[in-house]
Structures are given as C-alpha cells and as structure tokens.
C-alpha cells in the first residue's frame, strides 16, 4: 500500500517556510515501537518464542489484527480481532483473512526451526461467512516435536523483510530471482505471475491502472479518512500505538503540533496534498520494473488464508534475492468506487471467470534499504 507516502500529505514549500527550524527531532522511530525486530528475549518459551517471529509477518495497514489463545497446553488458536478492520476499503475483510495467512506462514516456518511441526487446522469451527469475519477461529495449531521437520530456508529473511513503497532501481530482474518466487508458492492454491520489461505495453497497462485506483481511494472521503484513523504521527503517537502507518518527519510533526493536519477531515480532492500523493505514486511506478501477482480459482476464506501464506513466502524469497515489494491493493478492493479498476486489473490478469479472484498484486524491484514499521509485541496478542 501506498499510503506510507503521506508523509507529503500536506505538502507545500510556502507552509515549510513559514514554520520555525526544528531541532532535536529524528525521523527515525522510536526505539520501543522497533523492539520486537530484535528477537524473542533468551529463555522464552517454544510458543511464545514462535509467536515472536508471527507477529512480523506484513500486514494491511500493519493494523496486526492477531488475537491467539495459548490456555490449551501446546496449541495456539489464532482469532482476528475484529477492532481492528478496514470496514471502507476491505469491506468482506479479504485482506484481512489473508494477513490471518502471513501470520500463520511464520509461524510455521518458527516452529520449524525448533524442530517442530505445526499441525494446523484452518477454520476448525468452520469459515466466516462471505460478508466479514465472526468470533470463530481463524486457525488452530498444536505445536508436536518431529525430529524430521527440516528447517524453511526462507527463515534466514524474516528479520529482513520490509515492505519498500520507495522508488525502486528499474533493472530487470534476473530470471533466477523470478524462478526463485515461482519456486516459493509451489504447492499453494494461487497461480504466479510476473510481468517484466519485455511486455511495455502490460508495463504501461499495470502502471495506468495503479494510478488510477490510487487516486480513487485518495478522494473517496470515507476511504481516506479509513487511512486517516489509523496514521502515526510523531514519537508518542508511533510508540503508544506500534501499529499502523507510520511519519516520524519533523515537518508533519511540527504541522500537527500547528493545528495544520487535522486527520478527522478528508484532504479536498484539488487540493496540494493530495495531488503530490499522486504524483510521487506516479513516480513510484514509473521506477517499477515488474508487477507480480497471485490469483486463485476460488474465493473461499480457506483460500484467502493459503494466499496470504503464499505471499508472504514469495516477499521473503525476494529479499534473499535483494528485491523488495509493495503491494497494490487498491484496484483489488471491493468497494463500489473501485469498480472499474477492479474489473481492469482481472481482466489483465485472467481472472476470467466469476470465482477467480485476484489476491495480491505488487510492484516488484531494487529498492533502497528501508527500515521495520512499528510492532506490538507478543503480549499484546495474546488473549487471556
């Protein structure tokens, strides 16, 4: 998602010159919110030791919506806490259900490097329903020692994969890094597809329908406040909440400290603000040197949560491959204003039939080295 650039969101170099210099301010985040990218603490115990690598799987607007239940003796039974939905732009909850998946890849891949086997039961009371998610676990998981549980290579990239929205380096990638990612989500219910310099016309075409679906969301009111409520600014605000978007920059600091930014009412569609959002996307995927994606002959939440697991695979072996992502979900989501780009994008893609459903779509590339975005740590998952 490209809503991390809303650290121009106020644009204007006539505002910068009116404010008095800063000193003292970093953009860098705050020690406390980066805590959990160090590692579980020595001593821990095997859950919640692999619960310390689950929680930094990506996640839609980082919101970690990971409740688990570790009161039943080896098991972990992962909930999706329902405060934390994207109601406006995910309105059946689809990305979420496949951030569910992201978690549940790490957490396998964890319990695999202690020589475990997660024997996991997707929906072991049954699926949601189509409109949204209910109480109902998403997953159960009984941790069993298995002294033939081999390691997952793609571990070694946990703690260095980012999401990188950056400007990317727009070489092409190399056709072993692509077969890596093809490799990645063998044996997942998604079809792999990569388009690259060699196609300039579904360059073009991928590019005109991110931009398009990104100005959609940026004036939609509802979909931009959406973004709006769940954005960080400054040391207190990212270090209290350690979730959702996050702009340390000393200029929003200083503006919201002004009364400038007021986050409860939607930037004017004309306005500076949000015509410098679209034009650093614009850039953005002008860098892009491929888009990827994953499609699925069905919808069903079973499969939402295997294409979140897909996924997240694919991002950690682009990072063994120096490459990074940045998911374009955007034109992927339901909501009514996004019809026509939704349509587009399958169209491009093949999903050509009613059932098959585009889960991810991503720019891929060189980016620059980014860091970690904020995370709550085990505790504040864990149910009791």
Known sequence: MQRRHMLRILG???IA??????SGCSSDLPEDAVAAW???AAGVDLRHWVLAHAILAPHSHNLQSWLVDLREPDVITLRID???????????SRQMTMSQGTFLELLDQAARQRGHRAELEPFPQGEWGPAGPDDRPSARVRLVSDAS???DPLFAQVFRRHTNRANYDNRPIDPAA?????????GHPVQFGITGPGDTAALQAHRDIALRAWRIEL?????LLESYRVLRVGPHEIASHRDG??????????????GLFDRSQPSAPDSTAIRSQIDTFHESLQSTPAFFWLTSADNSRRTQLAAGRAYVRAQLAATAQGLSMHPLQQALQEYAEQAVPYAEIRSLLGASQPAQTVQMWARLGRGPAIGPAPRRGVQAHVVT
């Not at 004036?219 to 979909?223: F, G, L, Q, Y």
């Not at 340390?248 to 002004?258: D, F, H, S």
């Open 12 to 14: 204007g170099g006539a």
């Open 149 to 151: 549980v081999q390691p």
């Open 38 to 40: 160090r590692g579980p």
């Open 17 to 22: 010159a009116a404010l008095p210099p800063l």
């Open 82 to 92: 329902r405060t934390r939905l994207l109601p406006e732009t995910d309105p059946y």
């Open 219 to 223: 004036t939609t009111p509802r979909a």
């Open 178 to 186: 692509v077969q890596a990612l093809r490799d990645s989500v063998a």
């Open 245 to 258: 978007l996050s702009i340390n920059t000393p200029m929003v600091r200083a503006m919201v400290a002004l």
